[in-house]
């Protein structure tokens, strides 16, 4: 069975600040997707990131950036300068990459609040 | 527009009443992904049609929940005899050749069964 969790449930952080948001999978495929999501207060899911398993680079856009770690199983999300419109809850999520079904399964999320 | 619609944004029923919830996906997105989205927690996958097939219905909860793309594109998610704990937002999600892109989520169906 997949499994996500995200164990932060909530952080409040003050603008310009750095933010890391935790994730930790569990799955029995070798072959997977891992993602991140974002969703504002409007309730859409917006898609920010995703990452295969056999690709271990560190990745950064602009002021996000992406630690995959497949040897403990994490993948973690770091906000750089934390900006108010960041605030949102975010969403770890993974993927089977093989044998049918596409669906993902998302951790609880964590709700980022960034005052000024 | 361009995004996944769905529609009623908001949906008050009566326990026991029947509702629907419309998805139109992205234009050309062969995939469409119905999810629930319980007060606190994360989506939870419900079913995935990949053109007008349900290729995966493994997370319809129980028999009441049904869900049809009788053309490949507009799906609707049916609901029977609701149930207060059926109260929920429901996504929908659209994308092309999965998991080679994203999927793209709708805005929701906020379902209140009182």
């Known amino acids: 069975a997949q499994k996500v969790t995200q164990a932060q449930t909530e952080i409040s952080v003050v603008e310009k600040e750095d933010v890391t948001l935790d994730c930790v999978y569990e799955?029995?495929?070798?072959?997977?997707?891992l993602f991140w999501y974002k969703q504002p207060p409007s309730g859409e899911l917006v898609f920010l990131i995703r990452?295969?398993?056999?690709?271990?680079q560190n990745e950064i856009s602009g002021r996000y950036s992406w630690n995959f770690q497949k040897s403990t199983s994490s993948f973690n999300f770091t906000i750089t300068a934390s900006q108010v419109v960041d605030s949102a809850v975010y969403f770890c999520?993974?993927?089977?990459?093989?044998?049918?079904?596409?669906?993902?399964?998302f951790g609880k999320g964590m709700k980022l609040t960034v005052n000024p | 527009g361009a995004g996944v619609s769905q529609t009623p944004s908001n949906k008050v029923t009566e326990k026991g009443k029947y509702v629907e919830l419309r998805c139109d996906p992205i234009?050309?997105?062969?995939?469409l992904y119905w999810y629930r989205q319980s007060l606190g927690q994360g989506p939870e996958f419900l079913i995935y049609?990949?053109?007008?097939?349900?290729?995966?219905d493994s997370g319809l909860p129980n028999d009441r929940f049904f869900a049809v793309r009788p053309e490949g594109s507009v799906s609707t998610l049916k609901i029977q005899r609701t149930e207060r704990g059926d109260s929920a937002v429901y996504l929908c999600?659209?994308?092309?050749?999965?998991?080679?892109?994203?999927?793209?989520f709708g805005q929701g169906t906020r379902l209140t069964v009182v």
């Open positions: 999600a659209s994308s092309l050749l999965w998991p080679n892109t994203e999927a793209f």
């Open positions: 799955t029995r495929d070798t072959t997977y997707y």
């Open positions: 990452r295969n398993s056999f690709d271990e």
């Open positions: 999520a993974l993927s089977a990459a093989l044998g049918g079904s596409e669906k993902l399964v």
């Open positions: 234009s050309g997105h062969t995939a």
């Open positions: 049609f990949q053109g007008t097939g349900a290729a995966d």
